[in-house]
């Protein structure tokens, strides 16, 4: 429990998102005295829901895959996490069935407001898991990091359609249903009524452009880069080009 979820996480993602989890799930250990109660919605195989477990967590993962849900429990078993973890083969959008109204302390919605129907309903549904005082962490594909990323790797009809499509898609056939700029997903916390907006932040938004091991470039340790993504992701100017956006909201 000493350790942060962003150690026990491994190398996989930025640090500014485990930074704010860290403080909030402290933040719930203070005022409560008890293992914070995480809610996981689309947790898939468990990127977030395992460190979290392994940091004292009692983490809910809900799912409506049956074999991210398999992976789950084998990587909740190989980190000798399975009796923090419950896995509900469920949809976010008969949630309440699954988990009860005002129940976490921290609910997730982590790679899921692109994939899914009515990402206002969707994210209504997981404000109403939230504790009130408790936070929702929405962490999702930014639009502008992805017109960069096309124009770099030369696919110029593809950025275009990224700035011009109504939902930031590239065509019919993007796997993804919407990319977010940071207004939108404001407005779309905002829209529920019940969540104010305390982190809006980037996520990994220098891994594309920090060298790496073998590269040209002044060579950085682990920290020292995750440091700088931190800053830059802070910065709302270089967020909004991030990869992935990082929404942290309070539920009133
Ligand atoms: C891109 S993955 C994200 C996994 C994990 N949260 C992460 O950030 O690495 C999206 C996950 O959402 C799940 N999912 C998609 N639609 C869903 C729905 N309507 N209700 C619950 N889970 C859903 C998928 O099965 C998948 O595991």
């Given at each position: 429990?000493?350790?942060s ?11 500014a998102?485990f ?12 005022d ?14 468990g ?31 190989e ?20 988990a ?5 302390d921290?609910?997730l ?17 997981l404000a109403?898991?939230a504790?009130p005082?408790?936070?929702?962490s ?17 696919r110029?009809?593809e950025?275009?359609?990224?700035l ?22 404001q ?14 932040q980037g ?50």
């Amino acid at each position: 429990m000493g350790s942060s979820t962003r150690e026990q996480a491994g190398a996989a993602r930025g640090a500014a998102v485990f930074r704010v989890l860290d403080r909030e799930i402290d933040r719930v250990r203070r005022d409560t005295g008890a293992a914070p109660r995480v809610l996981d919605v689309g947790g898939g195989s468990g990127t977030w829901a395992v460190p979290l477990a392994v940091a004292g967590c009692a983490v809910t993962v809900v799912d409506t895959s049956p074999n991210a849900l398999a992976t789950l429990a084998r990587r909740a078993g190989e980190a000798g996490v399975t009796d923090r973890i419950t896995p509900v083969n469920g949809d976010v959008d008969t949630l309440a069935e699954v988990a009860p109204a005002d129940g976490a302390d921290l609910v997730l919605g982590h790679g899921l407001l692109e994939v899914v129907d009515g990402p206002g309903r969707v994210l209504a549904a997981l404000a109403a898991a939230a504790a009130p005082g408790g936070a929702v962490s929405v962490l999702t594909v930014g639009r502008y990091g992805a017109v960069i990323g096309r124009v770099a790797s030369g696919r110029l009809a593809e950025a275009r359609a990224l700035l011009t499509d109504p939902d930031g898609r590239t065509g019919p056939d993007d796997r993804l249903l919407r990319r977010f700029d940071a207004h939108r997903l404001q407005e779309l916390a905002t829209g529920t009524g019940r969540l104010r907006t305390e982190v809006l932040q980037g996520d990994g938004t220098l891994e594309a452009w920090l060298p790496g091991p073998g590269q040209e470039g002044e060579p950085a340790g682990r920290d020292e880069r995750d440091e700088l993504d931190a800053l830059a992701s802070s910065v709302p100017a270089l967020a909004e080009v991030a990869p992935r956006l990082h929404l942290l909201a309070r539920r009133y």
